[in-house]
T-cell receptor, first 109, second 113 residues
Framework: RKEVEQDPGPFNVPEGATVAFNCTYSNSASQSFFWYRQDCRKEPKLLMSVYSSGNEDGRFTAQLNRASQYISLLIRDSKLSDSATYLCVAQNTGNQFYFGTGTSLTVIP | GAGVSQSPSNKVTEKGKDVELRCDPISGHTALYWYRQSLGQGLEFLIYFQGNSAPDKSGLPSDRFSAERTGGSVSTLTIQRTQQEDSAVYLC???????????FGAGTRLSVL
């Protein structure tokens, strides 16, 4: 079983829509969680960290559910520029970071 | 520069040749990671350096892969006797401290013919 699993999509949504991605992790001892964004043929860039209490950054909201071992990312009022692949990341106690294979999002005009 | 720098950006080599990939982390970052990303795949952890500690090599796929980090800064990833399945983008990341947020370089796209 993979450490981190994501629905690869693709998600095709119209501008202005709300879209949510989920990600599950297998190691209950995982300590920290992140969402990264990766544009086509570019390097991953940190979108946001995920905290137990949930956190929001503008149109983006991330939540962590330790009991069910999943994290989520909600994007409101989607923009064309949100089109990218979103990578879920879990950090274990050994300081290794496990990346999901990513969820592809395309926002359509 | 301010970011993680990797070179070369692209490398084409023949099967059986050795290649060296270079990563120059953000100044002051003590942790350095190497990952591999194949087409349509997620990032595969290869190796992790933290300060002067022994590196975590648990992700290296075979003994043809090795990495060094000299002086706690620049790192080189070496692949000996390259195979076609080694073709991928090799990404380097650094973080200020152990377990901190990682910042990635633009990667080296390796093609083994």
């Amino acid at each position: 079983r993979k450490e981190v699993e994501q629905d690869p999509g693709p998600f095709n949504v119209p501008e202005g829509a709300t879209v949510a991605f989920n990600c599950t992790y297998s190691n209950s001892a995982s300590q920290s969680f992140f969402w990264y964004r990766q544009d086509c043929r570019k390097e991953p860039k940190l979108l946001m960290s995920v905290y137990s209490s949930g956190n929001e950054d503008g149109r983006f909201t991330a939540q962590l559910n330790r009991a069910s071992q999943y994290i989520s990312l909600l994007i409101r009022d989607s923009k064309l520029s949100d089109s990218a692949t979103y990578l879920c990341v879990a950090q274990n106690t050994g300081n290794q970071f496990y990346f999901g294979t990513g969820t592809s999002l395309t926002v359509i005009p | 520069g301010a970011g993680v720098s990797q070179s070369p950006s692209n490398k084409v080599t023949e099967k059986g040749k050795d290649v060296e990939l270079r990563c120059d982390p953000i100044s002051g970052h003590t942790a350095l990671y190497w990952y591999r990303q194949s087409l349509g795949q997620g990032l595969e952890f290869l190796i992790y350096f933290q300060g002067n500690s022994a590196p975590d090599k648990s992700g290296l796929p075979s003994d043809r892969f090795s990495a060094e980090r000299t002086g706690g800064s620049v790192s080189t990833l070496t692949i000996q006797r390259t195979q076609q399945e080694d073709s991928a983008v090799y990404l380097c990341a650094s973080s200020l401290s152990q377990g901190g947020i990682q910042y990635f370089g633009a990667g080296t796209r390796l093609s083994v013919l």
